[in-house]
């Protein structure tokens, strides 16, 4: 039961910290893509690369924002390419 309560801490605090960049993530892909819809799938599939990365919760804030923009770069350029091949 303690196991099960440890597991659902750790992943209340890795939403917590994502959903501090969501704003800014969302602001960054949009700007990128131009496009709202992309915009919130990049952002998703940037989230999920870094909720994975168990070192992404260890850093300081700055160095998790930074990393966070990346992350939501590549994925929004990802798309982006995806789309302009369509």
Do not use: I, W
Request: charged share 20%.
């Amino acid at each position: 039961m303690n196991r099960a309560l440890t597991k659902q801490q750790e992943l209340q605090h890795k939403a917590a910290v994502l959903k501090q960049y969501e704003v800014y993530g969302y602001q960054v892909a949009c700007y990128v893509l131009e496009d709202e819809a992309l915009a919130a799938q990049a952002v998703m599939q940037a989230f999920k690369q870094l909720f994975q990365d168990g070192s992404f919760f260890e850093q300081p804030y700055l160095v998790q924002k930074q990393q966070m923009k990346r992350a939501v770069m590549k994925q929004s350029l990802l798309s982006k390419s995806a789309a302009l091949l369509q």
